[in-house]
């Protein structure tokens, strides 16, 4: 099956740094999600691409779906306390009832 | 609007039971998926139900189950459990008028079998 291998596992930041994750597939995907997931959580949808190229922004997360379609970044800028958490990316190959492929997120934590 | 809700919250059962989790699906969505998070792991999808049948399937056994009634909410039936379904069960609903891989996902389920 589908591969997601997602990088950094953790990233140990200081408040106001940016940040950059990214997201590679062995196969080419139709869709790219982002997720974030607090302790005791569900995953809450940050940002969705649909179309290879694309760059779509929300407040201070940017993400960008890869050329290739088996990639994917998402970067944060000016990290603030409220950051931290786990991020996943989540992609899919086919139609809906395929359901996603996530990866095994990056665990965001930052030092004050 | 309310977001997707699930119930119970936490669970415990013992090896060879059966268990039922629900799902309330967000207002308007009509399609509902189940996912199995192991603990420092991404989720798993487990399926997918829209109209009332299942429409997609992750690599999961029969013992693990489903169903989708009128109003959209789900449950996730998992029978003769096993000390590896411990993990945090998920739904996540989709709205028709969006694409159905946009998946909005609930607080979950915690099981532990024992």
């Given at each position: ?12 930041i200081q408040e106001g740094e940016d940040v ?40 201070r ?15 944060i800028s000016a990290s603030i306390p409220?950051d ?26 930052i030092q004050p | ?114």
């Amino acid at each position: 099956g589908q591969q997601l291998n997602q990088s950094p596992q953790s990233m140990f930041i200081q408040e106001g740094e940016d940040v950059s994750m990214n997201c590679t597939s062995s196969s080419i995907f139709n869709t790219w999600l982002w997720y974030k997931q607090d302790p005791g959580e569900g995953p809450v949808l940050l940002i969705a691409l649909y179309k290879a190229g694309e760059l779509t922004s929300n407040g201070r997360l940017t993400a960008q779906f890869g050329i290739t379609r088996k990639d994917s970044f998402l970067n944060i800028s000016a990290s603030i306390p409220s950051d931290v958490g786990i991020y996943f990316c989540a992609g899919q190959t086919g139609g809906g009832a395929d359901g996603l492929t996530f990866g095994k997120g990056t665990h965001l934590i930052i030092q004050p | 609007e309310t977001g997707v809700t699930q119930s119970p919250t936490h669970l415990i059962k013992t090896r060879g039971q059966q268990v039922t989790l629900r799902c309330s699906s967000q207002s308007g969505h009509n399609t509902v998926s189940w996912y199995q998070q192991a603990l420092g792991q991404g989720p798993q999808f487990i399926f997918q139900y829209y109209r009332e049948e299942e429409n997609g399937r992750g690599n999961f056994p029969p013992r693990f189950s489903g169903l989708q009634f009128p109003n959209y909410s789900s449950e996730l039936n998992v029978n003769a459990l096993e000390l590896d379904d411990s993990a945090l069960y998920l739904c996540a609903s989709s709205h028709p008028g969006q694409r159905s891989d946009t998946q909005y996902f609930g607080p979950g389920t915690r099981l532990t079998v024992l």
